[in-house]
C-alpha cells in the first residue's frame, strides 16, 4: 500500500476551528462495515446503538499545557513543543526553529528559566529544565494549550475547557483523545443508567499524532511511541462482557491502541499494567478485542485514517468520508463523530 491511498481532497471550510455550543450537539455518521451500510444519525442518538452489557472503553488522560515559546542563546526564536515528560526535569520534545539547536545548548523559556539540549533523536530532542519547580508545574504555570496545527487560531480560555474531556483524569498528553469531547455528564449517566459498563484507559497521546507520514510506502513509516496504562477493572470487565454476548466499544483510536498493543504483545491476551506501544494498525491488521470504534474525522495520508480503514475496509472508509464531505460534516479535534462496526 502507498499513502495515496488514504488521500482526499477536504475543503477547507469543513475543519471545525471551534467547538459546538454544547459538547453532545455533534452530528454522527454510522458506517455498519458488515453490511456496507451508512446511516446518519446525531450523538445524542449514540444509547440507541448499545445496549446492557456492551463495555465503552474510554481513554481518560488530560491535556498539559505542552507549548513554550523562548529564545536560543544566539537570539533566535524558537517554539518547544513537549511530546513526553520523562521525570521531574526532562522531557522529550519537538523544537521549532529557524535552525535547529546543537546539542548542549541552552534554551531560553518564556523568558523565566533555561532548558539544555541533552540529545537529539530524528524529530525528537531530550531536554533537561534548570528550575526549582517540576516540569508539570512549569507547563501549568507557564505552558500553552496545544491546539492542533489545523485549528488556525490561538487558544483561548474555552479551550481549556472544551479540549479537554469531562472525564480527564492523568495529565500527560499533548493532544485530546478527541473522540471522547463529545461526551457530557449527561450522556455518561444516560450510558450507566442503561447498563452500559464504562471503563477506562490511560493513553498519553504525543504530538506526533499531528504529523504525517513522509514515505510513499506505508511499511516504511515508524511510528511515534505512547506511554499506556491498562487497569485490572478494565481487562475484567472487558473478559467479563465477552463470556456474556456483550460489545467492547472504543471510545477514540487512543483507547483502541491501547487495548490492541496489549493484547498484540501477550499473544492476545489483556494484560493489566503499564507500558509503551508504537503499533501501527493498518489494512490487514487482525483486531483482536474491539467490535465497534467511536471515532471522529481524520486527516488525510494520517496513520489514523488508516487504522480505521484496517478496521472498516478502505472502500468502507472512503465511501463514508466521501458521504460525510458531501453532507458537511465537520472535520478532526472539533468536528463531528463516527460510529463504526468492525468488518468482518
Given at each position: 500500500?502507498?499513502?495515496?491511498?488514504?488521500?482526499?481532497?477536504?475543503?477547507?471550510?469543513?475543519?471545525?476551528q471551534?467547538?459546538?455550543?454544547?459538547?453532545?450537539?455533534?452530528?454522527?455518521?454510522?458506517?455498519?462495515?458488515?453490511?456496507?451500510?451508512?446511516?446518519?444519525?446525531?450523538?445524542?442518538?449514540?444509547?440507541?446503538?448499545?445496549?446492557?452489557?456492551?463495555?465503552?472503553?474510554?481513554?481518560?488522560?488530560?491535556?498539559?499545557?505542552?507549548?513554550?515559546?523562548?529564545?536560543?542563546?544566539?537570539?533566535?526564536?524558537?517554539?518547544?513543543?513537549?511530546?513526553?515528560?520523562l521525570?521531574?526535569?526532562?522531557?522529550?520534545?519537538?523544537?521549532?526553529?529557524?535552525?535547529?539547536?546543537?546539542?548542549?545548548?541552552?534554551?531560553?523559556?518564556?523568558?523565566?528559566?533555561?532548558?539544555?539540549?541533552?540529545?537529539?533523536?530524528g524529530?525528537?530532542?531530550?531536554?533537561?529544565?534548570?528550575?526549582?519547580?517540576?516540569?508539570?508545574?512549569?507547563?501549568?504555570?507557564?505552558?500553552?494549550?496545544?491546539?492542533?496545527?489545523?485549528i488556525?487560531?490561538?487558544?483561548?480560555?474555552?479551550?481549556?475547557?472544551?479540549?479537554?474531556?469531562?472525564?480527564?483524569?492523568?495529565?500527560?498528553?499533548v493532544?485530546?483523545?478527541?473522540?471522547?469531547?463529545?461526551?457530557?455528564?449527561?450522556?455518561?449517566?444516560?450510558?450507566?443508567?442503561?447498563?452500559?459498563?464504562?471503563?477506562?484507559?490511560?493513553?498519553?497521546?504525543?504530538?506526533?499524532?499531528?504529523?504525517?507520514?513522509?514515505?510513499?510506502?506505508?511499511?516504511?513509516?515508524?511510528?511515534?511511541?505512547?506511554?499506556?496504562?491498562?487497569p485490572?477493572?478494565?481487562?475484567?470487565?472487558?473478559?467479563?462482557?465477552?463470556?456474556?454476548?456483550?460489545?467492547?466499544?472504543?471510545?477514540?483510536?487512543?483507547?483502541?491502541?491501547?487495548?490492541?498493543?496489549?493484547?498484540?504483545?501477550?499473544?492476545?491476551?489483556?494484560i493489566?499494567?503499564?507500558?509503551?506501544?508504537?503499533?501501527?494498525?493498518?489494512?490487514?491488521?487482525?483486531?483482536?478485542?474491539?467490535?465497534r470504534?467511536?471515532?471522529?474525522?481524520?486527516?488525510?495520508?494520517?496513520?489514523?485514517?488508516?487504522?480505521?480503514?484496517?478496521?472498516?475496509?478502505?472502500?468502507?472508509?472512503?465511501?463514508?468520508?466521501?458521504?460525510?464531505?458531501?453532507?458537511?460534516?465537520?472535520?478532526?479535534?472539533?468536528?463531528?463523530?463516527?460510529?463504526?462496526?468492525?468488518k468482518?
Open positions: 500500500m502507498k499513502i495515496q491511498d488514504f488521500d482526499f481532497n477536504l475543503p477547507q471550510e469543513l475543519i471545525a471551534f467547538p459546538t455550543e454544547q459538547r453532545s450537539d455533534s452530528r454522527m455518521l454510522y458506517l455498519d462495515s458488515r453490511h456496507d451500510q451508512l446511516q446518519d444519525s446525531l450523538f445524542t442518538e449514540l444509547p440507541s446503538y448499545l445496549r446492557a452489557g456492551d463495555v465503552m472503553v474510554f481513554n481518560d488522560t488530560a491535556v498539559i499545557k505542552a507549548r513554550l515559546t523562548g529564545l536560543k542563546s544566539s537570539g533566535g526564536k524558537v517554539e518547544v513543543m513537549v511530546e513526553r515528560v521525570d521531574d526535569h526532562h522531557v522529550v520534545a519537538f523544537i521549532r526553529a529557524s535552525h535547529a539547536p546543537k546539542v548542549g545548548s541552552e534554551l531560553l523559556l518564556v523568558n523565566l528559566f533555561t532548558a539544555t539540549v541533552l540529545a537529539r533523536e524529530m525528537f530532542y531530550t531536554l533537561s529544565f534548570q528550575h526549582e519547580k517540576t516540569v508539570t508545574e512549569l507547563l501549568a504555570c507557564y505552558g500553552q494549550l496545544p491546539l492542533p496545527p489545523y488556525d487560531r490561538q487558544a483561548d480560555l474555552a479551550d481549556e475547557k472544551r479540549y479537554q474531556t469531562v472525564y480527564a483524569k492523568n495529565p500527560g498528553a493532544a485530546a483523545p478527541t473522540a471522547g469531547l463529545h461526551f457530557d455528564e449527561t450522556m455518561l449517566n444516560k450510558l450507566r443508567a442503561m447498563g452500559v459498563v464504562i471503563a477506562y484507559v490511560t493513553l498519553h497521546v504525543g504530538a506526533g499524532t499531528f504529523q504525517p507520514v513522509r514515505v510513499e510506502k506505508i511499511a516504511e513509516h515508524q511510528m511515534h511511541r505512547e506511554t499506556f496504562h491498562l485490572s477493572e478494565t481487562v475484567e470487565a472487558i473478559e467479563q462482557a465477552k463470556t456474556q454476548g456483550g460489545r467492547i466499544l472504543a471510545v477514540g483510536t487512543t483507547s483502541l491502541r491501547a487495548l490492541e498493543a496489549s493484547a498484540s504483545a501477550n499473544n492476545g491476551r489483556l493489566a499494567g503499564f507500558g509503551d506501544t508504537d503499533i501501527f494498525i493498518t489494512p490487514g491488521y487482525r483486531f483482536q478485542v474491539i467490535e470504534l467511536l471515532t471522529n474525522f481524520h486527516l488525510p495520508r494520517s496513520t489514523l485514517l488508516m487504522l480505521v480503514s484496517a478496521f472498516a475496509g478502505m472502500d468502507n472508509i472512503r465511501h463514508a468520508y466521501q458521504h460525510a464531505i458531501a453532507n458537511q460534516y465537520r472535520f478532526f479535534s472539533y468536528g463531528d463523530a463516527m460510529l463504526i462496526e468492525k468482518s
